[in-house]
Structure formats: structure tokens, C-alpha cells
């Protein structure tokens, strides 16, 4: 089945600073890749994603990457503000159901 | 527009009693998926449903749990006999359909077991 190792997990940064998370994949099938904020005792909220027919995907501040021959995938938040902390979640998937990364806890000192 | 809505948010049970979660999709989402969170991990797939129908259960144990989406009102998943290690963040998400990738997840119930 698919595995999903994600890294760092923990970040600091300082405010203005960017950030940048990376994810890797091993099913090759994998077509759908969220990315879900979890702040403290709230639902993961999604993101950004992005398709496996795409490379590149950008929403203001925050873009995500994708290269499918080296499967893997990248998170990126430039200007970052001290609402960005949280810890953030990557996902894969070919169905319905996501296989999620472990997690990486992002702290944007002010 | 209302988001994925879950209740309770907390739930405390003792050893041997029954834990009931619901979950009530967003407006015009017929998907619902329920998802297991440990402290400090990631969120584990467990059930996807649709109304009235289990799609793809491979992420429940075996025993003990079960869950539904009936025709009318919210999808329930249940507990019974719960032990110390059922302890955790259940979250549920929805989606409006196959043609549709995105899930939105609700608040999550933690449940204690004491």
C-alpha cells in the first residue's frame, strides 16, 4: 500500500522568512496530493493540492510542487506571519481514501 | 454555508461502555469518510461511505467498530466495548462525490477512555 514519509517535523522560521515542507510517495499510482493546516484542537483544513497532471499550483503566499518520476511533493509558504503556525499535513492518493504524512509542526517566530 | 459538523466534541467513556460519533456532511456532499488520530500522529483512514452503502472499510478493526451513513440523518460510528488504546481524535470529512477529489474534514470528537 502507499507510504508517505514527510520532512521536517518541526520548522521554526522567522516571521517574513519562507517556509518549505517536503513529502515522498511510494505508490506510483497515487493521482491527488493535499495539503491540510491543523491548528490545536481544530479539524485538519485543506490548503492547497494538487493533480497528478500538474507540476506546479500556487494560491498567494502558498505553493506546492510536484515531481511524479522522483515522487514527491513540496509545500511552500513565503512571507510567512505568525498565524501560519500550526502543524501541516501532506496526503496521497488514488481513491478515495488518503494515506497521510506524520506531520510537520511549523513555528513562525515574530 | 455550514461546514462538516461532528458531535460530540469531547466524549468521555469507561472501560467496556459504547462510544456513538456523529458526523453530518456538508450541504449536497453524499461522501463521508471517518479518519483515527493518535496524539502527536497522523490522521489514519478508517471507513468511507456513502449513503446507505460501505464503500471501502479496510482502515476498521475488524472488531468492535462499525460505522453507518443511513438514508436519513447523520453517519454514526460506533464503538463498543472500547479499551484505554481506542483513545484519540476521530475526525470525519466530506466530499460531494466521486468526481471529486477534495475532502473537507469536521472538528473532530476526542474521546477519553478512562
Known amino acids: 500500500g502507499e507510504n508517505v514519509e514527510q520532512h521536517p517535523s518541526t520548522l521554526s522560521v522567522q516571521e517574513g522568512d519562507s517556509a518549505v515542507i517536503k513529502c515522498t510517495y511510494s505508490?506510483?499510482?497515487?493521482?491527488?496530493f493535499p495539503w491540510y493546516k491543523q491548528e490545536l484542537g481544530k479539524g485538519p483544513q485543506l490548503i492547497i493540492d494538487?493533480?497528478?497532471?500538474?507540476g506546479e499550483k500556487k494560491d498567494q503566499r502558498i505553493a506546492v510542487t510536484l515531481n511524479k518520476t522522483a515522487k514527491h511533493f513540496s509545500l511552500h509558504i513565503t512571507e510567512t506571519q505568525p498565524e501560519d503556525s500550526a502543524v501541516y499535513f501532506c496526503?496521497?492518493?488514488?481513491?478515495?481514501?488518503?494515506?497521510f504524512g506524520p506531520g510537520t509542526r511549523l513555528s513562525v517566530l515574530p | 454555508n455550514a461546514g462538516v459538523m461532528q458531535n460530540p466534541r469531547h466524549l468521555v467513556r469507561r472501560r467496556g461502555q459504547e462510544a456513538r460519533l456523529r458526523c453530518s456532511p456538508m450541504?449536497?456532499?453524499?461522501?463521508v469518510y471517518w479518519y483515527r488520530q493518535l496524539p502527536e500522529e497522523g490522521l489514519k483512514f478508517m471507513v468511507y461511505?456513502?449513503?446507505?452503502?460501505?464503500?471501502?472499510e479496510s482502515g476498521m478493526p475488524k472488531e468492535r467498530f462499525s460505522a453507518e451513513f443511513p438514508k436519513e440523518g447523520p453517519s454514526i460510528l460506533r464503538i463498543q466495548q472500547v479499551v484505554r488504546g481506542d483513545s484519540a481524535a476521530y475526525f470525519c470529512?466530506?466530499?460531494?462525490?466521486?468526481?471529486?477529489?477534495?475532502?473537507?474534514f469536521g472538528p473532530g470528537t476526542r474521546l477519553t477512555v478512562t
Open positions: 494538487i493533480r497528478s497532471n500538474v
Open positions: 505508490d506510483s499510482a497515487s493521482n491527488y
Open positions: 496526503a496521497a492518493s488514488r481513491r478515495q481514501n488518503f494515506v
Open positions: 470529512a466530506s466530499s460531494p462525490g466521486q468526481a471529486s477529489y477534495e475532502q473537507y
Open positions: 450541504k449536497g456532499h453524499s461522501h
Open positions: 461511505l456513502q449513503k446507505e452503502n460501505i464503500i471501502d
